[in-house]
């Protein structure tokens, strides 16, 4: 019954990142059609592409995976007081943490751009103020990635599954007003980067008024103090710190491929984040929801030493996470002209868009096995609390796909951005994947003692 209960819960994740990915998608349609491959839509890109990776994809996502496994280990226990005092200092220290971090990039924006190949004039003025109406979410989106690890590592995956259907669909909304209104690009634009910033916040505010109301619990602020002994903060700080240059890795590898794409064509930043977005749908609905499930089931088999479900439930997830990438690499591949005809030729959208978003697309699907790969196997050496082993195949991978952009881009042109992504996350997926298995072998051999 209980391994029943477990995988309709997975069952029901797929069901809600099926649901986002079609909203999502739906949205990439209609800002295709409405932008196209512009000078607007890159100018968009752009300044959006800060804020997000700082905000969301390094730091929410650092925090939030990293304080799994603490929260769980606490919410086991019996020590609810010191359980929801952790959440708080955690909390504050997100906070306050993430404000800093927006102070330094105001200050440091002009100089960030110039790392892009802007015309200058009116185009720089345009990516700045764009950033500035978009920079919120760098404090906004952590604290609504911790308060949905909060709720996960409580077994409360509901809420964590909807807010993002809920923000996407409020993107969305944006869009329809602005294609329904006859809303020039130009004051769309605007309209769009509010309503990124709006959304983020108002799904973080929904997410901590749950967790506010489901605790019940007092939070005073002389509670908020860090004390940097305790063992569980050392632990975080530690898994925080480890993951975060893991997820620096990736970034990094995300911020060349859009500095070498600026040298190409325009409507080459544009085109690669659609083709980014699109190659990332698989991920998004099935991956995204086993790993969603297994950070905290496995972190809760660690902490009992139950080596024996540990296994199972691996096994079955992992198992699946093959199957289901290999298939759907396979069908992006082959048939990615075919699809971005199907879904995204209309309006600003023309041929020219499809050929250029095609030329990526193809090597970006090679790279989905390879990607899954990593992240469903560091998902382990996460709750295991070791990082060494995905941290320093992350590293290398980085740098073998920065050096594959400098060798194909001259030759391959936009192409070569989806096909250095293909061989370095191959390498990624298969390395890791021969440490893993290494790993397992080892727990067998030693009756549940680990190392990497």
Known sequence: MKERNAYGTVQILIFFNLLLALIAFFKDVLLAGYFGTSKVADAINLAFFIPDTVGNNLIGTAIAVSSIPVLTQLSIGKESAFYHLTLQRIAAVVFGGTLLVLGGLLLL???????????????????????????????AAPCWLLGSAILQASKRFLLPAITPVLYNLFILFCIVICQW???????????FSIGLT???????????AYIFREQKVVWRFKDFFLKIDSPEIKKLSSAFTSYLFILL??????????????????GTIAALSYAYRISQFPIWVFIAAINTFIL???????????????????FRSFTFVILVSAFLSM??????????????????????????????????????????????CTRYYVAEGKLKVPFIIGLFGSLLNIILLK??????????????????????????????IKNLIAVEQKRGITYE
């Open 109 to 139: 924006a002009n100089p960030l751009f110039h790392l892009f190949h802007l015309s200058g004039g009116e185009d720089s003025w345009k990516v700045l103020n764009l950033y500035y109406m978009m920079s919120p979410i760098i404090v």
């Open 181 to 191: 209104s006859g809303i020039s690009q130009t004051k769309g634009e605007v309209v």
């Open 198 to 208: 709006a959304g983020t916040a108002i799904v973080g505010v929904l997410t901590w």
């Open 249 to 266: 890795f990736s970034q990094a590898v995300l911020l060349s491929e859009r500095v070498f794409a600026s040298t190409l064509e325009t």
């Open 296 to 314: 905290p089931t496995i972190s809760a088999h660690v902490v009992k030493n139950d080596r024996s479900s540990l296994k199972k439930d691996l």
């Open 331 to 376: 069908l992006l591949v082959i048939f990615s002209e075919p699809l971005l005809q199907l879904v995204l030729a209309r309006g600003s959208f023309n041929s020219q868009s499809v050929e250029l978003t095609s030329r990526i697309l193809k090597g970006y699907g090679l790279s989905i096995v390879g990607q899954s790969l990593y992240v469903f």
């Open 407 to 436: 060798i194909f881009i001259p030759v391959e042109g936009a192409s070569g951005i989806g096909y250095a992504a293909a061989m370095a996350s191959t390498f990624n997926g298969v390395t890791i994947l021969v440490y893993f």
